[in-house]
């Protein structure tokens, strides 16, 4: 497991630089978090917390988890931790899983009994979350100190998002 996040800078810009965003940025993302952090599953999803609604930007397993779509924020701890207090949530085992997420069988299904949510704050708003899923326990101390450098990647991830969404607005207008 590599633990240099910052050695991945100019291989991520690169894929940021691409018209293929958000999914390039994320792809990028997505193998940098597998090479240090680890995960199984990793999806990106953002948030309008004035209009209660989260949408996912990016999946690994589009059968599993697609992508677009609107739907509720889900209310609770989670909510209070990630989106109010914008601090990571850790799940260590499916039973905490299960506490928060309705999904927590189909989570279990793909092998994965631990997740980590990471929010992802620019100018005071949380914009997004980079979601990982792994095996039982996987999201230690350790990791987590990792899991959180990947921050910055993120926020320009969620920018490129938006950019290319501005984009593709003006050209369908």
Not at 30 to 54: C, N, P
Not at 75 to 91: A, C
Not at 127 to 143: A, F
Request: net charge negative.
């Amino acid at each position: 497991m590599a633990t240099d996040i910052n050695a991945y800078w100019d291989e991520f810009m690169e894929a940021v630089a691409e018209a293929d965003q958000p999914r390039r940025a994320f792809e990028v993302l997505q193998r940098i978090t597998e090479e240090t952090v680890g995960t199984k599953l990793f999806t990106a999803m953002t948030y309008d917390a004035s209009a209660g609604l989260a949408r996912r930007t990016y999946s690994g397993n589009e059968t599993a988890y697609p992508t677009g779509g609107f739907k509720p924020m889900s209310i609770g701890i989670w909510s209070e931790t990630v989106i109010e207090k914008q601090r990571p949530y850790v799940s260590n085992t499916i039973e905490q899983i299960a506490e928060v997420f309705s999904d927590w069988p189909l989570i279990q299904s793909l092998g994965c009994e631990s997740g980590c949510n990471i929010p992802v704050v620019i100018a005071g708003d949380v914009v997004g979350t980079l979601n990982l899923l792994d095996v039982k326990g996987h999201y230690t101390p350790e990791r987590m100190a990792l899991a959180m450098q990947l921050r910055p990647f993120a926020a320009i991830a969620f920018m490129a998002a938006d950019k290319a969404a501005a984009r593709d607005a003006a050209h369908a207008a």
